[in-house]
């Protein structure tokens, strides 16, 4: 995947967080990531997808969450790592394949291209797709803790962290090694709510 530059962490106003609000009528998935650093349970991320603004993202996202069946097998992020780490900028996970930032894999069958680069990297807690390029999206995304201009027209935001962001930022100060944590952080579980209650909860799992 890209190297993804680090930045230097900024103050942003609250008020600039209006912007990721749905607009009224707009139908948007929420999901959850239950996280564990070495077998430590550190709590739940919950996240807002913006399917208005970016659909075939979001689904792609979505459906990763609950589990998306390919060719007989149950494929998703349950069990799926952070393989990278980098304070101040971001946590990067989701190789669904390999594990180590070199594999990709998405519902459509194949890498799939940049939606739309409508909203910027301008605050923590949002959801961003890595990618080796333009066109390259699969499954493997990353979570800001600082705001990253740099990436803005490269990596395709779409989502944002409603809950849990205690979560992101202990994953952030977790220990790494050539940016790479030390205890491995994982994804116990995810799933997919609609008003509320959980409506699927993924037996999906990463490939070894």
């Given at each position: 995947?890209?190297?993804?530059?680090?930045?230097?962490?900024?103050?942003?106003?609250?008020?600039?967080?209006?912007?990721?609000?749905?607009?009224?009528?707009?139908?948007?998935?929420?999901?959850?990531?239950?996280?564990?650093?070495?077998?430590?349970?550190?709590?739940?991320?919950?996240?807002?997808?913006?399917?208005?603004?970016?659909?075939?993202?979001?689904?792609?996202?979505?459906?990763?969450?609950?589990?998306?069946?390919?060719?007989?097998?149950?494929?998703?992020?349950?069990?799926?790592?952070?393989?990278?780490?980098?304070?101040?900028?971001?946590?990067?996970?989701?190789?669904?394949?390999?594990?180590?930032?070199?594999?990709?894999?998405?519902?459509?069958?194949?890498?799939?291209?940049?939606?739309?680069?409508?909203?910027?990297?301008?605050?923590?807690?949002?959801?961003?797709?890595?990618?080796?390029?333009?066109?390259?999206?699969?499954?493997?995304?990353?979570?800001?803790v600082a705001p990253a201009d740099y990436l803005n027209g490269k990596h395709v935001v779409f989502g944002r962290v409603t809950s849990g962001m205690d979560v992101v930022k202990v994953i952030e100060e977790?220990?790494?090694?050539?940016?790479?944590?030390?205890?491995?952080?994982?994804?116990?579980?995810?799933?997919?709510?609609?008003?509320?209650?959980?409506?699927?909860?993924?037996?999906?799992?990463?490939?070894?």
């Open positions: 995947m890209r190297f993804l530059t680090k930045l230097k962490k900024a103050f942003i106003p609250p008020n600039d967080q209006e912007q990721y609000v749905a607009p009224p009528g707009a139908q948007r998935s929420r999901v959850w990531m239950d996280m564990t650093i070495g077998d430590v349970p550190v709590g739940r991320i919950e996240m807002e997808l913006f399917d208005d603004v970016v659909p075939k993202t979001a689904a792609n996202f979505r459906e990763l969450c609950k589990g998306h069946e390919q060719g007989g097998k149950m494929m998703g992020y349950h069990g799926a790592t952070f393989h990278r780490v980098i304070k101040d900028f971001m946590i990067q996970g989701g190789d669904i394949i390999r594990g180590d930032g070199t594999g990709t894999y998405s519902i459509y069958g194949g890498a799939f291209p940049d939606e739309n680069f409508k909203f910027r990297h301008d605050i923590s807690g949002l959801l961003s797709m890595a990618n080796s390029g333009p066109g390259t999206n699969g499954c493997q995304f990353f979570i800001t977790t220990e790494t090694r050539d940016d790479r944590p030390v205890q491995t952080v994982r994804v116990a579980a995810c799933g997919v709510n609609r008003d509320g209650p959980t409506m699927a909860t993924s037996s999906a799992t990463a490939v070894p």
